[in-house]
């Protein structure tokens, strides 16, 4: 029991590290100005729905689906893996 444990707080670090990358590479792209650090953050927001809780997530908090293409898209532009 303790192995599987310590095998599960690997890979929940493995994954935290993965979304503080992409948090980084998110803000080096969009977080230059004020205007882009809003935007940033909200695609941060975005990012992390999706990671923890699937597109389904940002359907669930009234996100239009246009505006969930568009943060795929930005995400994509940022060269962000999105499960």
Do not use: C, W
């Not at 009234?62 to 940022?78: A, C, M, P, T």
Request: charged share 30%; hydrophobic share 35%; net charge positive.
């Amino acid at each position: 029991m303790r192995r599987t444990k310590s095998l599960e707080q690997n890979n929940s670090a493995l994954q935290n590290d993965d979304i503080l990358s992409a948090v980084d590479k998110i803000i080096g792209k969009y977080g230059r100005s004020g205007s882009g650090r809003a935007s940033a953050l909200r695609l941060i927001g975005a990012y992390v729905i999706i990671e923890t809780e699937g597109i389904s997530g940002l359907r669930k908090r009234g996100f239009s689906r246009g505006s969930i293409q568009l943060y795929l898209e930005k995400l994509h532009d940022v060269d962000v893996r999105v499960p």
